[in-house]
DNA sequence: TTCATCACATAACCTCAAGTCATCTGACGC
DNA sequence: GCGTCAGATGACTTGAGGTTATGTGATGAA
């Protein structure tokens, strides 16, 4: 028979009376009157042309057929009934949990997420944010977003490009206008160079734009990007950032990028213990994570 | 979850939605539009507290408790589908079949079995008159009805007694009134006799009035008691009948029983192999034929 | 960029399946 | 006899469940 079909009302109505032995009970049971449950269950008797009451005085009883049907029905709606309270009385979803770098979260996932949050309200994201990869099986998170040199940097564990990355000097917009007419690369040397853990990333970039001999500069040291790039933006010095990073401060206009010239460093992955086997929700945000880098 | 709150509507519209992935698809399984599924599948989200469907740009997934209530529902409805299926299809009901003796059939079960139809018309019922027991292994008959002289006289079958019998003469109104005023049992020597099969009743019934030096006598004999009582309707004389298969011709009159003087002869059981595992039908025909006698 | 399209959401309204009410029936059992 | 009780039935009513029309936002082709 047809899904569309099913005469469900009707079934409840035999469902009950078949237990009660009694039409009146059910219509107790189901709070209706006696007449409805005695209709419902005579048009399911037309339907399937069979009895499956055999009216006694003042009692049914269920006919062969009645009997089979009742209890097909009895598990089913009882597994109905227990599964529906099951979900009713679950516990709110627990967000998904995102492992990311303090760098990342803070530059580029923490002012994406209002988008994502507006398109699906009903998903809850919660970042957390440390230096060392996840410990996934401890199930702190459910996937990791990680910058690394080279792919599969992290065994047992699936890992899929969201983008590469190439850094570029980035200064306030007001410490551009101080300087010169036209910044160049020389023209930096003059300036404070904020310098983030290792300064080989400075030479690198000098080697890049044309000026191999300069020697390693000074200037402060930030423990990771988004440090350096916040002191940037308050006009404290030139730091070097990768576009993940400073895209949202470029977007905002905190900070500018004079220079087209970018030395490439690694890339950023997101990572998952199994992406198959992601919870639906956690494959919608990595679904939409993979969709902003394409 | 209470019965009577079961959203089966709701429920059948989200197994379908959950089933085809698709809100547009259901609706055109289910003949409904697409809205109405819409609103069915938010409205059980709301009532259970937790999305079902994760909504995504033109698509729709399952949440971990979408997937779990999914399956419980597609095994639940796809098992009602079947057995309604099954039902609808059956042939119809097998009528009850009853083993009678001819006698019997004749005399009490055809005048009664009107009523019976008119209390219970979905139920038929098919009268298999022989003379041995039915052979109830060969699905010959459901139950049978047994005059016997003892308790337990069938083997592996169970037998609940209906009424005991006692014989008395019975005849014609007609032949009455041609009689002497007061019909005595000495009177009845100068009417033809009826016998059944043995001539041995009479005998034992002029003892019982009194008359114990009666020889046999001469009279016509009946393979079978309802042939014996036609003829005393038709006024062919006088036959002995038990109170069983007199009583409809005494109350239409055919017959008349002028004595009080009856001999008891064995007593009708009703028997059958198994009392508990009749048919619902053959136990409303076996509930009923106590209740006559009862 | 603009426009068409597609899938789901939503608002307003409608309709008939399902229910109610009142009454009937027929068998007990006191 | 007479009250009672369980189910059946006819006439009427109502709200769950539907419809239509339109909105929304992402996508992809022109």
């Known amino acids: 028979m047809k899904r569309g079909r099913l005469p469900l009302t009707a079934l409840r109505s035999f469902e009950a009376a078949g237990r009660h032995q009694s039409f009146t009970l059910a219509a107790e049971e189901l709070f209706v009157s006696q007449a409805a449950i005695s209709r419902q269950i005579r048009e399911l008797e037309e339907m399937l042309g069979h009895d499956l009451f055999l009216r006694r005085h003042r009692q049914v009883t269920l006919t062969e057929r009645g009997q089979a049907l009742l209890g097909l029905l009895t598990d089913s709606f009882d597994n109905m009934s227990r599964i529906l309270e099951e979900i009713r009385a679950a516990p709110p979803d627990k967000p998904v949990r995102i492992s990311v770098e303090p760098s990342f979260a803070a530059c580029w996932l923490v002012p994406k997420l209002n988008r994502f949050r507006e398109t699906f309200p009903e998903i809850e994201v919660m970042i957390v944010s440390e230096a060392k990869l996840v410990e996934f099986r401890g199930g702190e ?104 990073l400073v895209e949202d401060m470029l977007r905002t206009g905190d900070l500018v990028q004079p220079f087209a010239t970018s030395i490439p460093c690694g890339a950023y992955w997101l990572v998952a213990p199994d992406f198959a086997r992601l919870s639906p929700a956690a494959r919608v945000f990595a679904d939409w994570l993979l969709a902003e880098f394409s």
Chains 1, 2 share one sequence.
């Open 141 to 244: 998170a459910e996937i990791g977003i990680r910058w690394s040199g080279k792919a599969s940097s992290w065994p047992r564990m699936q890992a899929k490009l969201l983008t590469k990355a190439a850094m570029s000097p980035v200064l306030a917009p007001a410490l551009l206008e101080q300087a010169a007419a036209a910044l160049t690369p020389e023209g930096l040397l003059e300036h404070t160079l904020l310098h983030e853990e290792k300064r080989l990333y400075w030479q690198q970039w000098f080697v890049a734009a044309g000026l191999p001999d300069v020697p390693p500069q000074p200037g402060p040291l930030f423990a990771g990007t988004s440090l350096a790039l916040d002191a940037a933006a308050r006009g404290h010095g030139v730091a070097l950032g990768d576009n993940v």
